[in-house]
């Protein structure tokens, strides 16, 4: 560990959850959370997993853009996207209140996968190449797991979308 914290490593996400797993294994990060626009074309991919590795990829891509000419730019970019998907269809995370209640009635007492692609984008400026430009090695996966929530109420629903969790 002493190695990475020794580096500036870059998590391209808001997510309190994202960062919290990383510093729970003894990583600290600096949060620059993506601006890129999920807009993608699910219909484009062949499935959820290329989908959220794409997602993954394009948010991890602006973020190293964005900080490529800095004094000193991250030697580790992560970044991440989840999403879920039951019955063919892909959710991602809810727009608002309304919208977690459907998503979380909908999964009550059935199951689900959830999907997360996770990329890794490592900066090799210190590798001489003679160009003085940043050469970044990119590293993409997925891991998916099949979840079964089990049967809850309306009134559950809520109170746990009142935790802020869903959002």
Do not use: C
């Not at 580096?7 to 391209?12: D, E, K, M």
């Not at 626009?37 to 290329?50: I, T, V, Y």
């Not at 490529?68 to 879920?84: C, N, Q, S």
């Not at 001489?128 to 309306?154: C, L, R």
Request: proline share 5%; aromatic share 8%; hydrophobic share 35%.
């Amino acid at each position: 560990m002493h190695i990475l914290n020794s580096q500036r490593i870059v998590l391209a996400s808001g997510s309190p959850r994202r960062k919290q797993i990383l510093e729970n294994v003894g990583i600290t990060v600096e949060v620059i959370p993506s601006t890129f626009e999920e807009k993608l074309e699910k219909g484009n991919f062949q499935g959820p997993a290329q989908y959220v590795m794409e997602t993954a990829l394009q948010k991890t891509l602006q973020v190293v853009q964005a900080t490529d000419k800095d004094k000193h730019p991250p030697d580790l970019t992560i970044g991440a996207d989840t999403v879920v998907t039951m019955d063919n269809k892909i959710f991602e995370k809810p727009r608002d209140k309304e919208d977690a209640f459907q998503m979380l009635s909908s999964f009550s007492g059935r199951s689900h996968t959830v999907y997360t692609g996770v990329v890794l984008v490592t900066n090799s400026r210190n590798v001489w190449s003679g160009d003085g430009i940043n050469h970044h090695k990119i590293h993409q996966f997925y891991e998916s797991t099949e979840v079964f929530m089990a049967p809850v109420t309306s009134e559950i629903i809520k109170a746990y979308i009142e935790t802020g969790e869903p959002m």
